[in-house]
T-cell receptor, first 111, second 118 residues
Framework: AQSVTQPDIHITVSEGASLELRCNYS??????LFWYVQSPGQGLQLLLK??????LVQGIKGFEAEFKRSQSSFNLRKPSVHWSDAAEYFC?????????FGAGTILRVKS | GAVVSQHPSWVICKSGTSVKIECRSL??????MFWYRQFPKQSLMLMAT?????????EQGVEKDKFLINHASLTLSTLTVTSAHPEDSSFYIC??????????????FGEGSRLTVL
């Protein structure tokens, strides 16, 4: 069965510092991968997605993610974090026509 | 991006009553919608898949008689929590699958509805 692992439950970075959120997936074929962001008490907003082609994907709000098949990873990155980026981030993969989510990573930004 | 609206955003009800949550896709027709439940500090758990004009498909362990799902039109799905109990208190999120989404798995999410059962 398809699964997604986000190894880091919490991450704290200083404002202006770079960010990398890890995501590993388990899927037999070429995966469709997503990153979503959730602010407290809100629904999910799509940051970016990977279906095929260029393995470096650009998203909204300055985020990017790189698909590495050899590592079964789809890590999310941002060069310079802003205080407004504090939220919970979910990695997801399509499996069996359903979206399977990781446990999420809570990002805290300190000034 | 596409807009999915959920209503109400939050609701408080007494134990034993029923609560209905609406999910609307505002700018596209969604033949398939999904309902998720999210416990505090946890990920989203898929409850059921709602298909327009047919019965919903429930995930294992989800009581279909307790969580009634209706998808009467291409833009509206409703989740009714029947005879609610305090353990049903949770954050419920719906999502709608846009045209072509069956292939890509892309979904657009509502804002979520927080249910508190007293």
């Amino acid at each position: 069965a398809q699964s997604v692992t986000q190894p880091d439950i919490h991450i704290t970075v200083s404002e202006g510092a770079s960010l990398e959120l890890r995501c590993n997936y388990s899927y037999g074929a070429t995966p469709y991968l997503f990153w979503y962001v959730q602010s407290p008490g809100q629904g999910l907003q799509l940051l970016l997605k990977y279906f095929s082609g260029d393995t470096l994907v650009q998203g909204i709000k300055g985020f990017e993610a790189e698909f590495k098949r050899s590592q079964s990873s789809f890590n999310l990155r941002k060069p310079s974090v802003h205080w407004s980026d504090a939220a919970e981030y979910f990695c997801a993969v399509v499996g069996g026509n359903k979206l399977v989510f990781g446990a999420g990573t809570i990002l805290r930004v300190k000034s | 991006g596409a807009v999915v609206s959920q209503h109400p955003s939050w609701v408080i009800c007494k134990s034993g009553t029923s609560v209905k949550i609406e999910c609307r896709s505002l700018d596209f027709q969604a033949t398939t919608m999904f309902w998720y439940r999210q416990f505090p500090k946890q990920s989203l758990m898929l409850m059921a898949t709602s298909n327009e004009g047919s019965k919903a498909t429930y995930e294992q362990g989800v009581e279909k008689d307790k969580f009634l799902i209706n998808h009467a039109s291409l833009t509206l799905s409703t989740l009714t929590v029947t005879s609610a109990h305090p353990e049903d208190s949770s954050f419920y999120i719906c999502s709608a699958q846009p045209p072509g989404g069956a292939i890509t798995g892309e979904l657009f999410f509502g804002e979520g509805s927080r249910l508190t059962v007293l």
